[in-house]
C-alpha cells in the first residue's frame, strides 16, 4: 500500500531559477531572541508622520524637482497636516540647497513646523547643511552613515571601531555648529540598519544619546531604516522592540523607523513597527521612493482611520492630494492605488455591486433611523472599507457596468443617475440586454449610454392611431385592444414617480415596457404590445 505524499494536492513542481544563489535572512543578520508584546499590541493613535518626498522622493525621481515644484509639494505637505517634512539634502545639490533658503528667506515654514535636513558623516557637508538651515527657528540635522557588514567591507572600507570614530567625530562636529542653538535637534539613522548587528547598532545609537545630551525636553531621533527589504515584516518588529526596549535614555528617544518595499511590504513593516514601539515614521506620499518605493503614509494614515483612529492628518480631499503629487513628481498614481486610485472604490462585478447597492441602502435607512446625516452614521457597507465621500469621492464611480456585471448595478446607475428604479422583476431582463451589449462592444457601458439602451429597449412608440389608446385607464386599454385581436394580461404595473413599468403577457408572450411623462402607466403598457409586434 503506497501512501500519499501530504502535499498530493499541490502539483506545483521545483522551478529552474538559480534560488540557492540567495541567502535567507536568518544567515544575513542576528534578530535576538526574546518574548515579544507586540503581537499583542493595538496602534490606537497616529506616529509621527514625517515625509521624505522632498529629499529621498526626489533623489528617485528622473526629473528631480525645481524650487516651484517642491515648493507647491511643500504646501501641499504643511496644509494636509504634517509638522515635520524632511525638506531636503542641501549638500548634494545647489537645487536643494537653493530651495531650504527659499523656506527661510520666504517665511514658508509655518511656527508648528519643524524642516528636516539631511547629511553624510562629512564635517564639510555637515557645515553646508547648517548653513542652509540658518535662519530657521527651528530645524532637525539628519544625520546618516550606513552601518551593516556589506557596506562597511564592499563601499566604506571601515571596520566597526572605524564606523563608530567616523559617526563620533561627525557628531561632534554637529554639536560644536548647533552651539546653543535652541531650535536645533539631532538625528542619526544607521543606514541598512535591518542588516546590521543590532548590538552594534544600540552602540551608536546610545553613544550619540549621551554625546548630544539627549533629554525629555530636547530628545534625539534615532531613525531605524529598513534600506532594502530582507525578511517578512514580523522580523522588522522584532527588530525594532529590541531597540526600543534595550535604547537608553529611553524618554528622551524618538524611535523612528523609514521602510521600504523591496519585498512588497513597507506599509505591514511599518505598521508592525509602531506595534513594536517605533514613535515616529519617515515615507512619501503614495510611496514614490528608489527602487520599489518608500513607505505609503497616504495608505499608512487610512489605514488607522479605517480602525476608527484619528489619522492626524488631513485627506479628505484625497483627488487634489494625488493630483498635485504627481504634477510635482511626474509620475502616475496607479489606479489600484490603496484608497486614491481612480478604481479603488469601483465595483464591476455583479455580485460585488449587488452588495454594495443594498449596503448603501441599510446605510441611509441606519442613518435615519438615528437622525443623523448619513456622512456621521457608523460606516458598514459590503467592499468598501471606509466611505468613499469621507475622502472627497462621489458614489458615482463607485458601481460601474461592463460584462462582468449584473442586474444590481445597471438598476443602481439608472436609479442614481436618470431616477428610474426597475421593478425586481424587470431586472434580469434588462440585465441580459446590457450583457449582450457590452459584451459585443468589449467595454463598459456609462449611465448616460444604460439611459439610452433602456429607452431602445422599452420605450417603443407605435403608430399614430395609438395616440388616443393612452387616454384610457388600464382596464379600458386591455379592453379595446382585446377588440383588435391582441390579448393582453397586465402581469405587472408600476411608477416610480419618473416612469411607468409594465409587464404583460401579449398573445402568450411575456414581455416588459416603459414609459416617462403623461400617462405613462397606459403608454408603459402599449410599448410592450409594440415591442411583441417589433
Known amino acids: 500500500m503506497t501512501t500519499a505524499s501530504p502535499f498530493s494536492w499541490n502539483p506545483q513542481r521545483p522551478s529552474p531559477m538559480p534560488y540557492d544563489r540567495y541567502r535567507p535572512f536568518h544567515e544575513r543578520v542576528n534578530v535576538p531572541a526574546g518574548d515579544r508584546s507586540w503581537p499583542a499590541a493595538r496602534i490606537d493613535r497616529a506616529p509621527l508622520w514625517v515625509p521624505v518626498d522632498l529629499r529621498d522622493g526626489n533623489q528617485a525621481l528622473a526629473e528631480p524637482m525645481d524650487t516651484p515644484r517642491k515648493r507647491r509639494l511643500f504646501d501641499l505637505l504643511v496644509a494636509t497636516g504634517f509638522k515635520e517634512i524632511e525638506v531636503g539634502y542641501p549638500s548634494a545639490s545647489r537645487t536643494d540647497f537653493d530651495f531650504v533658503r527659499h523656506l527661510v528667506a520666504s517665511g514658508a515654514v509655518p511656527d508648528d513646523v519643524t524642516p528636516v535636513a539631511f547629511t553624510p558623516a562629512r564635517p564639510e557637508l555637515i557645515d553646508r547643511t547648517f548653513d542652509a538651515v540658518e535662519g530657521l527657528p527651528r530645524a532637525v540635522v539628519h544625520l546618516y552613515i550606513a552601518t551593516s557588514p556589506v557596506w562597511r567591507e564592499v563601499v566604506l572600507g571601515r571596520d566597526r571601531g572605524e564606523v563608530w570614530a567616523t559617526v563620533r567625530a561627525a557628531a561632534e562636529h554637529m554639536a560644536r555648529r548647533a552651539g546653543d542653538t535652541p531650535g536645533i535637534r539631532f538625528q542619526f539613522s544607521p543606514e541598512t540598519f535591518n542588516l546590521t548587528e543590532p548590538d552594534f547598532v544600540l552602540e551608536l545609537c546610545d553613544g550619540l544619546t549621551e554625546l548630544w545630551d539627549a533629554s525629555p525636553d530636547r530628545p534625539v531621533t534615532h531613525n531605524l531604516p529598513a534600506t532594502v527589504e530582507i525578511a517578512t515584516p514580523n522580523v522588522y518588529a522584532d527588530q525594532i522592540e529590541y531597540m526600543h526596549r534595550n535604547l537608553s535614555r529611553r524618554d528622551s528617544v524618538i524611535l523612528s523607523v523609514h521602510p521600504h518595499n523591496d519585498r512588497g511590504t513597507g506599509v505591514a513593516c511599518a505598521e508592525l513597527a509602531v506595534l513594536a514601539g517605533a514613535q515616529r515614521v519617515e515615507g512619501c506620499l503614495f510611496g514614490n521612493g528608489e527602487r520599489t518605493g518608500n513607505v505609503d503614509l497616504v495608505t499608512l494614515a487610512l489605514n488607522l482611520y479605517a480602525q476608527g483612529v484619528d489619522p492626524m492628518v488631513d485627506l479628505g480631499d484625497i483627488d487634489t492630494v494625488r493630483e498635485t503629487v504627481e504634477h510635482c513628481n511626474r509620475l502616475p498614481v496607479h489606479p489600484r492605488h490603496p484608497y486614491a486610485g481612480d478604481l479603488v472604490h469601483t465595483a464591476f462585478s455583479g455580485t460585488h455591486q449587488d452588495a454594495i447597492s443594498k449596503g448603501f441602502a441599510q446605510h441611509a435607512r441606519r442613518a435615519a433611523e438615528l437622525g443623523v446625516p448619513e456622512g456621521r452614521a457608523p460606516w458598514s457597507v459590503p467592499y468598501l472599507p471606509i466611505d468613499p465621500a469621507d475622502v472627497g469621492r462621489s ?72 395616440a388616443e389608446l393612452a387616454g384610457l385607464d388600464i382596464s379600458a386599454l386591455v379592453d379595446t385592444l382585446a377588440a383588435t385581436g391582441c390579448a393582453v394580461d397586465v402581469l405587472e404595473l408600476t411608477e416610480d414617480g419618473t416612469a411607468a413599468y409594465a409587464e404583460c403577457r401579449v398573445n402568450g408572450v411575456t414581455v416588459w415596457g416603459a414609459a416617462e411623462g403623461p400617462a405613462a402607466s397606459a403608454q408603459a403598457v402599449l410599448s410592450a404590445v409594440n415591442r411583441v409586434r417589433r
Open 395 to 466: 458614489y458615482e464611480a463607485v458601481i460601474r457596468v461592463n460584462s462582468q456585471s449584473g442586474k444590481g448595478g445597471m438598476a443602481y446607475l439608472l436609479r442614481t443617475h436618470h431616477g428610474l428604479d426597475l421593478p425586481p422583476r424587470m431586472r434580469p431582463d434588462f440585465s441580459r440586454v446590457v450583457q449582450e451589449t457590452t459584451d459585443a462592444s468589449g467595454r463598459e457601458a456609462t449611465p448616460k449610454e444604460l439611459y439610452a439602451l433602456f429607452r431602445e429597449t422599452y420605450v417603443v412608440e407605435g403608430p399614430p392611431e395609438q
